[in-house]
Structures are given as C-alpha cells and as structure tokens.
C-alpha cells in the first residue's frame, strides 16, 4: 500500500492499536530519548509526543518516532499481512528495489503552505530532542531524507546521514567522502562551489527505509524512484524554493540550505549515539548545512528517531534496516552474476555488520565469490565486516541453525576462515582504533573483515561409507518406517 503521506500512516497505525499518543508534558532533553529507549527495547508502539516542554506556540509542537519499530509495522509499511516472515519482506523488497517507478513532478503541495526565509528562520522552532546523554547537542536530522544532486550529471541522491543543530540556521554534518553525497560534495569542492541540499522529514515510510540503505542506482534513477517500485506508486516531487533540488510534495518539512567547502564555515559536531550501540563520531569541526530556506505543512509533525542497537536495546532503524539491506545485498549479487543465492539476511542488533548469505553452491570457491562481490561494493561501507555464507538447507533467519553449521561445517585449517585486510570501513565501529576512523583524513574507516565459509567444504572427500557424499548422514532424523509408525501410535504412548 502506498501512503500518501505521513499523517495517513500515522492514523493507519492508530486504526490499527499501534500508535501511542504522548499527551503527558516531556522534556525534550534526554527525558524524550529515555522513553523512547524504553519503548524500542520492548518492540512497543509509535509515538506521538502531543506535549513537548517548550513547544506548546511554536511552529512544530509535535514529533513522531518508532513508526517502523516493529516486525509488524515493517510489513504493513509495504503493504504486506501483519504477521509477514522476515524472509517474505526480504524477498518482497528485494523484488520492488528492482523494479523503480519513475517520478512525477508536480507545481505544489501542502509542504509549500508555509515558507520561512533570511532572519525568520529558527531551527530551536522545531521540537528536537537531545536524544542520548553524551550528545553533543540536538540532532535534527535522525529519521530524515537528504537529497544533493550531482553538479557534473544532474542526477539526484537521497541518503540519511545524522546532522546536529549548531546554530538558528546550521546543522553540523557527519560527510564520508564514500557515501553517495560525498561523492557529490567532492566535485561541488572541486569546483569551488557549495553543494546545495534539502532535507526531507516526514513522508511515506518507504523513502526513508529507501534512503537509510546502501542501495545502488545509475543514471536518472535515484532513491525516489526506487522508493516508487517499494511502495508500488509513483512519488509525486515539487521543486524547491532556493534550488533545483526535488523533494516530496506531501512531506511535512523540508529544509534547504547548502554547504560550503570553506572550512571557515564548519561547525562543531558531535559526538552522538550511534548505530553499534556506542557513542561516535566525537566533537570536530565538520561541514555544515547553512540553512536558506524551511518550507512546511500547517501544524507541522518533526520526525526523529533515537539511534543505537545493543543486547536487549533495539532502536527503530534495527528492525527495518535488516530487511532494507539485506534486499539491497541480494540484488547486488544478482547484478554482479553470483549465482545460486537463496537468502541473505543479518540479525537487527548487528546493523548488518554480520552478514548471512545463503547459496545453492555450484562450484569451488562460490562463497569467495560472494564475500569478493559484497566487498567491492558500495554497501561495504557500513555492512558484511563479518560475512556468514551457508548452503540452502541452513536456515539463515534461524540463529541456532546457523551456529550448527559454524560449529560443524567449518575448519579454520582448511581454508573456511578468509580474512581481507585493510579495506574501507565503518568510521563508527569503536573496534577500530580512534586514528584510523580520522574521515577528515581517510574519508571513512578501516576494516579487516572476514568470511566465515560454512557451507561444506568440497575438499572433503567423496566417502562411500557416508553413501557417496562428503558428510554423513543426520542421525537426529528418524527412517520413514519408523517416523510413520510412531505417527500412527502416539496417542497410545501417552506421552
């Protein structure tokens, strides 16, 4: 099902019994965070805060959180039954990625019915939490959409990345020269140019699912039409106010501004609790939005989301970015020719830092291809430090038996355990030391990573007492007589 528009999910959870509205006063430093947490933790509801400290006359009263933060709500957002498998979202988002619907601009929409310019714009006007403790400050963009535009091809990205309020009209950035808007910034600073942006809150849910994963798009097609094949429906886009940048006409805000490569105009940011679990990204100066212009609905809804995954702690985003990046993975192993891959999946509290990958193996070596494929790309820059492959009869959504197959498939002395060295990487993985996740310096961080072959291992030999196979035969299963006798008589055991 497409929304058009995120009131419309919003109230379809509502119909549903899976919104809360908050409309007891919170504070929006760290108490809001708290019980979000709180929340996430136990897969609770959405939330609707309705009574923000601060913000009863201003222009946005009212944030909305955790609308992805379930198995459920992760179904219904792509129009799948409530209790859908993860493999079945896997395989569905995997299929609509695939297939992008083009776009439809359009003259106007309700994010127009307001436009804020020059001295009247105020980013405290907008009910920003402080999120976690350490923070260095309120970070807007969180649960966001953020849409640059190559200055040498035209063609539009749009990527989540965190940004923090540094002043009535800046946001201080977290840029990796090798995510997608770097790529873009790099040519803008080429050329001696700013980058204009525009940053997207509140939508139909797909866009920022689309936008928050490494998904690959060439030539005109960008995150908007990919997020139009998800949501089986065209988006329709408006032009903004201050550049020719595209946003969704029905979004809630949208705020345009640009950067400059000018590090005089660099803003201090960070640190901020990040997707591992821990706080990253410490205090720098670091490129920053100068915003121009904020265009909004009336009665406007911030969206935001809590950031961190750790045991027992899920925030919203490691519910759907399991299933997000797992699709994108699977796709890029099909455009590249790996074969055989019947799955691909990656536990929510490990933000796809370990990978699964299930494959119908065909020949010697098929796992190397896979791990080589996935390391190459772009997803590489957040996801498959830790690459699991396993043949089809190993259930990779299910953890026991995977660690069945690692426990008993693998032989560290026979070439199962690969490790490649040096390679780009998470700049917020703190298993890194503290100078090699320098972005200023290396443009991102540095990975060793590893693939865990456990699919059997075809050096094995072909042994005639385990009936012409390389492994023997399960004795947890029961011969067919047997299994149909015990069938037949098991009300008379009594058990």
């Given at each position: 099902m497409a929304y058009k528009d995120m009131r419309e999910w919003i109230n379809s959870l509502e119909d549903r019994g899976l919104l809360r509205r908050i409309k007891a006063e919170v504070n929006w430093d760290r108490e809001l965070g708290a019980i979000v947490r709180k929340v996430n933790s136990q897969e609770?509801?959405?939330?609707?805060?309705?009574?923000?400290?601060?913000?009863?006359?201003?222009?946005?009263?009212?944030?909305?959180?955790?609308?992805?933060?379930?198995?459920?709500?992760?179904?219904?957002?792509?129009?799948?039954?409530?209790?859908?498998s993860y493999r079945e979202m896997v395989q569905t988002m995997k299929e609509r990625l695939a297939q992008p619907i083009d776009s439809v601009i359009v003259n106007s929409g309700p994010v127009k019915e307001n436009i804020i310019k020059?001295?009247?714009?105020?980013?405290?006007?907008?009910?920003?939490?402080?999120?976690?403790?350490?923070?260095?400050?309120?970070?807007?963009?969180?649960?966001?959409s953020v849409v640059t535009r190559d200055p040498e091809t035209g063609a539009l990205n749009v990527g989540t990345y965190r940004g923090m309020i540094t002043g009535r009209d800046t946001i201080g950035v977290l840029l990796a020269s090798t995510q997608h808007w770097g790529m873009h910034f790099a040519k803008y600073r080429?050329?001696?140019?700013?980058?204009?942006?525009?940053?997207i809150y509140g939508w139909d849910p797909v866009l920022f699912m689309v936008s928050s994963t490494a998904v690959q798009h060439r030539g005109k097609i960008s995150e908007f039409e990919l997020a139009g094949g998800l949501r089986q429906a065209p988006i329709e886009l408006v032009k903004c106010e201050t550049s020719d940048l595209l946003v969704p006409a029905a979004a809630e805000m949208i705020i345009e501004g640009q950067i400059s490569p000018d590090p005089a105009t660099f803003t201090k940011e960070g640190?901020?609790?990040?997707?591992?679990?821990?706080?990253?990204?410490?205090?720098?100066?670091?490129?920053?939005?100068k915003v121009d212009c904020i265009t909004h609905r009336n009665d406007p809804i911030f969206r935001g989301l809590l950031e961190g995954n750790s045991p027992g702690h899920l925030s919203e985003d490691g519910y759907y970015l399991a299933v997000s990046w797992a699709a994108a993975a699977w796709n890029i192993l099909e455009a590249i020719g790996v074969p055989g891959v019947t799955g691909v999946w990656s536990k929510q509290v490990t933000d796809n830092t370990v990978l699964r990958v299930q494959i119908r193996k065909s020949y010697r070596g098929h796992a190397k291809q896979v791990a080589n494929a996935l390391w190459g790309s772009p997803i590489a820059n957040y996801a498959a430090k830790m690459l699991i492959v396993t043949d089809e009869d190993i259930d990779?959504?299910?953890?026991?038996?995977?660690?069945?197959?690692?426990?008993?498939?693998?032989?560290?002395?026979?070439?199962?355990?690969?490790?490649?060295?040096?390679?780009?990487?998470?700049?917020?993985?703190?298993?890194?030391?503290?100078?090699?996740?320098?972005?200023?310096?290396?443009?991102?961080?540095?990975?060793?990573?590893?693939?865990?072959?456990?699919?059997?291992?075809w050096e094995l030999e072909i042994e005639e007492q385990y009936g012409g196979s390389r492994y023997p035969a399960l004795a947890t299963e029961v011969d067919p007589e047997n299994a149909a006798l015990v069938e037949k008589r098991w009300k008379e055991y009594g058990i």
């Amino acid at each position: 099902m497409a929304y058009k528009d995120m009131r419309e999910w919003i109230n379809s959870l509502e119909d549903r019994g899976l919104l809360r509205r908050i409309k007891a006063e919170v504070n929006w430093d760290r108490e809001l965070g708290a019980i979000v947490r709180k929340v996430n933790s136990q897969e609770g509801p959405a939330l609707l805060f309705e009574n923000i400290k601060g913000y009863k006359n201003t222009t946005c009263r009212r944030l909305f959180t955790n609308g992805l933060g379930s198995k459920e709500r992760i179904a219904l957002s792509i129009g799948l039954p409530r209790d859908a498998s993860y493999r079945e979202m896997v395989q569905t988002m995997k299929e609509r990625l695939a297939q992008p619907i083009d776009s439809v601009i359009v003259n106007s929409g309700p994010v127009k019915e307001n436009i804020i310019k020059g001295s009247a714009i105020n980013l405290e006007e907008f009910p920003v939490p402080k999120w976690h403790h350490l923070d260095g400050g309120r970070y807007i963009n969180t649960a966001c959409s953020v849409v640059t535009r190559d200055p040498e091809t035209g063609a539009l990205n749009v990527g989540t990345y965190r940004g923090m309020i540094t002043g009535r009209d800046t946001i201080g950035v977290l840029l990796a020269s090798t995510q997608h808007w770097g790529m873009h910034f790099a040519k803008y600073r080429k050329k001696g140019l700013p980058m204009p942006v525009a940053v997207i809150y509140g939508w139909d849910p797909v866009l920022f699912m689309v936008s928050s994963t490494a998904v690959q798009h060439r030539g005109k097609i960008s995150e908007f039409e990919l997020a139009g094949g998800l949501r089986q429906a065209p988006i329709e886009l408006v032009k903004c106010e201050t550049s020719d940048l595209l946003v969704p006409a029905a979004a809630e805000m949208i705020i345009e501004g640009q950067i400059s490569p000018d590090p005089a105009t660099f803003t201090k940011e960070g640190p901020f609790g990040e997707y591992p679990g821990y706080f990253g990204g410490m205090e720098s100066l670091k490129p920053s939005i100068k915003v121009d212009c904020i265009t909004h609905r009336n009665d406007p809804i911030f969206r935001g989301l809590l950031e961190g995954n750790s045991p027992g702690h899920l925030s919203e985003d490691g519910y759907y970015l399991a299933v997000s990046w797992a699709a994108a993975a699977w796709n890029i192993l099909e455009a590249i020719g790996v074969p055989g891959v019947t799955g691909v999946w990656s536990k929510q509290v490990t933000d796809n830092t370990v990978l699964r990958v299930q494959i119908r193996k065909s020949y010697r070596g098929h796992a190397k291809q896979v791990a080589n494929a996935l390391w190459g790309s772009p997803i590489a820059n957040y996801a498959a430090k830790m690459l699991i492959v396993t043949d089809e009869d190993i259930d990779i959504f299910d953890d026991e038996a995977v660690e069945w197959a690692l426990a008993y498939r693998v032989n560290a002395d026979m070439g199962d355990i690969s490790f490649f060295s040096g390679t780009f990487g998470s700049m917020l993985d703190p298993s890194v030391p503290l100078a090699q996740r320098d972005v200023a310096k290396y443009g991102q961080g540095k990975w060793c990573r590893v693939l865990i072959d456990a699919t059997i291992n075809w050096e094995l030999e072909i042994e005639e007492q385990y009936g012409g196979s390389r492994y023997p035969a399960l004795a947890t299963e029961v011969d067919p007589e047997n299994a149909a006798l015990v069938e037949k008589r098991w009300k008379e055991y009594g058990i």
